[in-house]
């Protein structure tokens, strides 16, 4: 959740109007991502570039009234990168990586990687009202006391595009890949990419009311 900025890096007004801080999301962010990285360290990685990308977001976006990947888009191509283009990039980029690090095959790698950073994109743009996306900081969220911002939300969103990843055979069972495996990490792939394109949408209405 990004609520509007206050002039400290660490509060947020939150959609009701209360303020809210951000000292949840690095310790959800450092717990999912070693959480994670005990059982698949490509993940782990994921999970930490995901929360950090999403903190710059929150720490050098504050105040920006640009919203989803469109008005993000629109300002590159303008030829200025603002912190919601370093963290749609950084952390596609982390999925990548870690798609390529957890699969064998080139397509495999490819399809996890979209897997990974649809699914980190998709639970920060759905993240609008409390107790969306958290778990582990789920009853001061929900008492309008903390947020995740788009750090918790989006380490909380690789861990489960990880965990889908994982879900599909072993890292290295060329067997468990082609066929089935890869079918499901297909319809995963057109699942987050759909949702994270609704979601973007209806990120940026639910802001606009």
């Known amino acids: 959740m990004r609520g509007k900025g206050l002039?400290?890096?660490?509060?947020?007004?939150?959609h009701a109007g209360r303020t809210v801080d951000l000292y949840a999301a690095p310790a959800v962010v450092a717990g999912t991502a070693l959480a994670a990285a005990r059982v698949r360290p490509a993940a782990g990685f994921a999970v930490l570039v995901?929360?950090?990308?999403?903190?710059?977001?929150?720490?050098?976006?504050?105040?920006?009234?640009?919203?989803?990947?469109?008005a993000h888009l629109s300002?590159?191509?303008e030829g200025e990168v603002t912190s919601g283009a370093v963290k749609l990039f950084?952390?596609?980029?982390?999925?990548?990586?870690?798609?390529?690090?957890?699969?064998?095959?080139p397509v495999d790698k490819v399809l996890a990687g979209?897997?990974?950073?649809?699914?980190a994109h998709f639970v920060n743009l759905v993240d609008l009202r409390p107790g969306r996306a958290a778990g582990a900081v789920l009853p001061?969220?929900?008492?309008?006391?903390?947020?995740?911002?788009?750090?918790?939300?989006?380490?909380?969103?690789?861990?489960?595009?990880?965990?889908?990843?994982?879900?599909?055979?072993?890292?290295?069972?060329?067997?468990?890949?082609?066929g089935?495996?890869?079918?499901?990490?297909?319809?995963?792939?057109?699942?987050?990419?759909?949702?994270a394109v609704y979601g973007d949408q209806v990120s940026e209405f639910a802001r606009s009311v």
């Open 75 to 77: 300002a590159l191509r």
């Open 180 to 195: 089935g495996g890869r079918a499901g990490l297909v319809a995963h792939a057109a699942a987050v990419i759909a949702a």
């Open 7 to 14: 002039g400290g890096g660490w509060e947020r007004e939150n």
């Open 140 to 178: 001061d969220d929900l008492g309008e006391r903390t947020m995740l911002g788009d750090a918790g939300a989006h380490a909380l969103g690789a861990v489960l595009g990880a965990a889908v990843v994982a879900g599909w055979g072993s890292p290295r069972s060329s067997e468990a890949e082609s």
């Open 114 to 119: 979209v897997v990974i950073a649809g699914a």
């Open 50 to 70: 995901a929360g950090a990308c999403g903190g710059y977001d929150d720490v050098a976006g504050a105040g920006d009234p640009r919203r989803g990947f469109r």
């Open 90 to 105: 950084g952390v596609s980029a982390a999925g990548l990586v870690a798609g390529a690090l957890l699969k064998e095959r």
